[in-house]
């Protein structure tokens, strides 16, 4: 038998990741490829859409109080309608990320108010509380979630963007290899 262990061709996803737009057109374009611009024609003229009223599920009534899936809808939101990527992402992913962030904030706030530890029903010893379990679920798919919206944006966004303050990312300094315009270093 030969080393050669094929495994039925490439995978889906697996490869070097495009450029972001905006590094492509901050580098003038090294690749000399035509790079893929979405023309929305006179942008002066076009207006921007109102966001969707929210589903009911997220209005529901809670137990633990007031669920903040809709003010969190609303930030993320505006933060896409600011970078002009509102008409990108889908509604329901915003709504995914709104509902598991509002109850990775319920899963905290619970925790804070039980403890970290709980008593075992059956034996009485003390054990990690459900609820630290459920803000590192919750955690995670908002992670991926959001992955998948900044990565959205990151890919049709035609102007250099940040999280808030100061928009230089040291993370991307170190994996891109490249400094930011004016110089600094973090």
Not at 64 to 72: H, R, S
Not at 116 to 123: A, E, F, G, V, Y
Not at 147 to 167: L, Q, R
Request: glycine residues 10%.
């Amino acid at each position: 038998m030969s080393g050669n262990k094929n495994s039925g061709g490439s995978r889906t996803g697996s490869g070097r990741k495009p450029k972001p737009l905006s590094e492509k057109i901050l580098n003038g374009n090294p690749g000399r490829r035509p790079i893929k611009v979405v023309d929305f024609g006179n942008l002066d003229e076009i207006k921007g859409t109102k966001m969707p009223k929210p589903k009911a599920y997220m209005l529901a009534h809670q137990k633990q109080g007031e669920l903040l899936a809709t003010e969190i809808r609303k930030e993320v939101f505006e933060w896409l309608a600011l970078r002009k990527c509102d008409h990108l992402v889908p509604m329901f992913l915003i709504d995914q990320y709104s509902q598991g962030y509002a109850r990775w904030i319920q899963a905290e706030a619970a925790r804070s108010e039980y403890g970290p530890l709980s008593k075992n029903p059956h034996t009485g010893l003390p054990q990690p509380s459900p609820f630290v379990a459920m803000a590192l679920n919750e955690s995670k798919q908002c992670m991926n979630i959001w992955a998948h919206i900044y990565g959205i944006v990151k890919e049709n966004c035609s102007t250099e963007f940040g999280y808030g303050v100061d928009p230089i990312d040291p993370m991307e300094i170190l994996l891109s290899g490249r400094l930011p315009r004016d110089g600094r270093r973090n």
